[in-house]
């Protein structure tokens, strides 16, 4: 008896997938929002300057913040693809933020990718290591060298993914804006095993609500003492302060900033448009009156600042 009720479940289930894809064909409809998901490791064996793979990673859900991930020792690069796109597109490796302590995984990297899908954009969610002295050699380099790989990944791989290897940039948010950052000035320094030349230079910088400076007067210090440890000389700051390593040959800048964030002081993403405009680096900011860290509850709403993003972009020949 419980055989054949199944089967008729089964038959229902069937039947009305069957009807769903006949009014799908009929009305022409295709569902260009669901896009193509592939997940790949950043290396191809053990992560270099890892000391164990046995960890294993956190998740849990948070009600204001959605999915978290810590403790990730292995990295992966998420590709979302846009349905429907047979040209060349730009594409946007997507950082997520959490204070190199957790990942905003979905908040600030699925959700990201899919509305960068429905512009047309090729997305890449990065999910890079995040620093322990437990768990790797230098804990503070790690997440730089999962950011340089991936870059160079996108990059090499550019014709198979359908990418434009000249539109390759960076969205970040909070301590992933500072991961950004750190690859949009320090590009000159590989800290990968690539051959020479090896493209890690990405083309755009896009920083949500950035941690910039890890100097007193603005830092972030949860960031920076799960990035740095405590007490890092004047020599580690500096280098980890991306104010202090603007240049004029890096990459165009897009920040977006609340003024009321308490978490992440708005004078890191202020101090750092000074010193982008002081070097002559093209960039644009946004300062929203309100928004609190990440624009939670949605003030701005997603779409008020990611569509100065994409006019941005398009102004600046990035998308069409």
């Given at each position: 008896?419980?055989?054949?009720?199944?089967?008729?479940?089964?038959?229902?289930?069937?039947?009305?997938?069957?009807?769903?894809?006949l009014l799908a064909l009929?009305?022409?409809?295709?569902?260009?929002?669901?896009?193509?998901?592939?997940?790949?490791?950043?290396?191809?064996?053990?992560?270099?300057?890892t000391k164990s793979l046995k960890v294993e990673e956190d998740k849990r859900y948070d009600p204001v913040v959605d999915s978290l991930v810590s403790q990730v020792t292995f990295p992966t690069l998420s590709i979302f693809k846009p349905v429907g796109v047979t040209h060349a597109t730009p594409a946007v490796i997507v950082v997520p933020g959490g204070?190199?302590?957790?990942?905003?995984?979905?908040?600030?990297?699925?959700?990201?990718?899919?509305?960068?899908?429905?512009?047309?954009?090729t997305a890449f969610v990065l999910k890079y290591r995040l620093p322990s002295a437990d768990y790797f050699d230098n804990r503070?380099?790690?997440?730089?060298?999962?950011l340089q790989q991936a870059i160079y990944l996108v990059k090499k791989n550019a014709a198979k993914w359908g990418v434009n290897p000249e539109a390759v940039g960076l969205m970040g948010f909070s301590a992933g804006g500072h991961l950004a950052l750190m690859a949009g000035t320090h590009y000159d320094t590989s800290f990968i095993a690539s051959p020479?030349?090896?493209?890690?230079?990405?083309?755009?910088?896009?920083?949500?609500?950035?941690?910039?400076s890890f100097w007193d007067s603005a830092a972030h210090i949860g960031s920076r003492d799960n990035l740095l440890g405590?007490?890092?000389?004047?020599?580690?700051?500096?280098?980890?302060?991306?104010?202090?390593?603007?240049?004029?040959?890096?990459?165009?800048?897009?920040?977006?900033?609340?003024?009321?964030?308490?978490?992440?002081?708005?004078?890191?993403?202020?101090?750092?448009?000074?010193?982008?405009?002081?070097?002559?680096?093209?960039?644009?900011m946004h300062i929203y009156a309100k928004g609190d860290h990440g624009f939670l509850n949605d003030t701005p709403p997603r779409d008020e600042w990611l569509n100065s993003c994409f006019y941005w972009m398009k102004s600046m020949g990035w998308l069409n």
């Open positions: 008896m419980i055989k054949l009720l199944q089967i008729e479940v089964d038959r229902f289930f069937f039947k009305r997938r069957s009807v769903l894809l009929l009305t022409g409809y295709t569902c260009c929002c669901q896009p193509v998901i592939q997940e790949m490791p950043l290396f191809g064996g053990r992560p270099p300057g204070g190199y302590h957790v990942l905003l995984i979905e908040r600030e990297g699925r959700k990201i990718a899919k509305a960068l899908n429905e512009k047309g954009i503070q380099i790690a997440p730089l060298m999962d020479p030349g090896a493209p890690i230079k990405p083309d755009f910088l896009i920083l949500v609500n950035p941690v910039v405590k007490n890092p000389n004047a020599q580690t700051l500096n280098f980890y302060s991306g104010e202090k390593n603007v240049r004029k040959d890096m990459p165009a800048v897009f920040l977006a900033h609340a003024l009321n964030d308490q978490v992440v002081k708005v004078e890191n993403t202020l101090n750092l448009f000074n010193a982008l405009r002081a070097r002559g680096v093209v960039s644009e």
